[in-house]
């Protein structure tokens, strides 16, 4: 599956991880996350996360 | 033991999360001059496109500071700092005492000394505070100047835009767009794509005053050019908050002065983030300014971590298109060899920079692809032999030059 980085502090969304503190299990790819997750490192919402090649 | 933070943006806050998660049970407080939980401040952008409602611009839900058992204060400001003391005084009339503290003030935006830089109509965008009164001045559809054709001043602009103002101008003093990130070529490229979404722009232009009868309604620049505006959003760089640390006496330059441990010129008082100088370096970014926070909160538990900078990501997006730059990227001088390609119906450019056949520098415009593999190479400064004449093709296979590591 994608993985997605923040373009504001370059964390990595890695949905074979998820977010285990947000309640985000793995195996949730980046667009299943909910609409008001942010990132977990520093808070911006989803639009500023670009899929990496 | 018991820390006081000053500064609730993204290095004050991240200090007290780190810090927490290293020690259970270390007294915490994190005094803020703002009235809001933590926010990052990127989300402005997109709150001012009408992209993101005020209530969805917070990082954390309502609730977690106590789940962290942090003591924030908000909207409290620390008006005086006493070094030998190791105290805060707080709205002038209240004094904390501390065993450490972190200075994470951050920094405000520089506006230039013009006359008329204080009318009505003349905004920044820094706080919540800023975008709430900069949108309402905006709803009655102005004619909008942005002062600074930095990355800034171009997410700015098209944020506005994208509101619904179609009058947007961007005013830059250089003769190109983000002249520290891309050469003439490349810039002119960026400016006709923003070009083609609606923005206008005006290069080389230094403003000199902003008149107008109460509000602003015309700039004036050096070269005897004027501009209508009926707003005018001035994001031209920013100025460490570093006043409570120069009255302290703490050693200060541009910014708060910290060495490789972050720690300021007084042990036990640290700086991150925005406020502090590294090695003669102000980052004004937040992966230097979570970098930092980390680093000092290790340090505040005792678990002393050494900081030897951070390497900005080179990868942007500027206005929804990316942007890679990276090493060297407007050569001078002998012995440079530059391989480039412009393809401006599809706002592509790439550039290499080479130097006795090693890679120094590199634009790239318009795509990601390859941005990762090149910026590597330029990193390394590596040769890339075999590869150099397929560099620019767009099929281009990166995977390949992993062979040449
Ligand atoms: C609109 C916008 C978009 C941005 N986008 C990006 C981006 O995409 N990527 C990127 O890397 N960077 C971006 N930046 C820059 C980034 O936001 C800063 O680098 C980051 O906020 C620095 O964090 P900081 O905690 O050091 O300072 P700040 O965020 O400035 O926080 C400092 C806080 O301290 C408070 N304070 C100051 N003095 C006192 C006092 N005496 N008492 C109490 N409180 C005080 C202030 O009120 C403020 O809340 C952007 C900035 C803006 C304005
Ligand atoms: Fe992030």
Redesign the interface.
């Known amino acids: 599956m994608e993985k997605w980085e923040c373009t504001a502090c370059g964390y990595i969304y890695d949905p074979d991880v998820g977010d285990p503190e947000h309640d985000i299990p793995p195996g949730t790819p980046f667009e299943s996350l909910p609409d008001d997750w942010v990132c977990p490192q520093c808070g911006v919402s989803k639009e500023f996360f670009q899929k990496m090649d | 033991m018991r820390t006081i933070i000053l500064g609730n943006g993204?290095a004050g806050t991240m200090t007290g999360r780190t810090l927490r998660e290293l020690d259970s049970s270390a007294e915490i407080t994190i005094i803020s001059q703002e009235k809001y939980p933590?926010?990052?401040r990127?989300?402005l952008i997109?709150f001012l496109a009408g992209?993101?409602p005020l209530n969805?611009l917070?990082?954390?839900p309502p609730g977690w500071a106590e789940k962290q058992k942090l003591e924030i204060r908000l909207g409290k400001e620390v008006t005086g700092l006493d070094v030998d003391e190791m105290a805060v005084e707080i709205d002038r009339k209240e004094r904390l005492k501390a065993d450490q503290m972190v200075l994470a003030t951050g920094a405000s935006p520089l506006l230039p000394a013009i006359p008329g830089i204080d009318r009505k109509g003349v905004f920044c965008l820094r706080t919540i505070d800023d975008a709430v009164s900069l949108l309402e001045f905006l709803s009655t559809g102005p004619e909008v100047v942005v002062l600074g054709g930095g990355l800034l001043g171009l997410e700015i602009a098209r944020a506005i835009h994208k509101r619904g103002l179609k009058q947007v101008t961007v005013v830059e003093y250089f003769n190109r767009l983000l002249p520290r990130q891309l050469d003439e070529t490349g810039a002119g490229l960026l400016q006709s794509q923003l070009e083609k979404m609606g923005l206008k722009f005006l290069l080389g232009k230094e403003a000199v005053e902003i008149s107008g009868q109460e509000a602003v309604s015309l700039i004036k620049f050096k070269d005897g050019s004027q501009l209508t505006a009926g707003a005018v959003v001035v994001a031209s760089g920013i100025r460490p908050r570093l006043e409570l640390a120069v009255k302290a006496g703490l050693a200060s330059n541009r910014g708060v002065v910290v060495d490789d441990f972050l720690q300021t010129s007084r042990p036990g008082i640290y700086a991150a983030g925005d406020v502090a100088e590294h090695r003669g370096r102000i980052y004004g970014l937040?992966?230097a300014a979570?970098d930092q926070a980390r680093t000092v909160a290790y340090n505040l538990a005792g678990q002393i971590k050494k900081y030897e900078g951070s390497i900005p990501?080179n990868?942007?997006?500027v206005a929804g298109l990316f942007l890679t730059s990276a090493g060297l990227i407007s050569p001078e001088g002998e012995g440079f060899e530059v391989l480039s390609k412009l393809d401006k119906e599809n706002g592509l450019y790439k550039k290499l920079i080479l130097k006795d056949g090693q890679l120094v520098g590199a634009i790239w415009l318009g795509s990601?692809?390859g941005s990762?593999e090149i910026t590597r190479l330029v990193q390394a400064q590596k040769n890339p032999g075999p590869y150099k004449s397929d560099l620019l093709a767009d099929d281009f296979d990166f995977s390949r030059l992993n062979s040449l590591y």
């Open positions: 993204l933590y926010y990052p990127p989300n997109d992209e993101l969805r917070f990082a954390f937040i992966p979570f990501a990868t942007l997006k990601k692809k990762q």
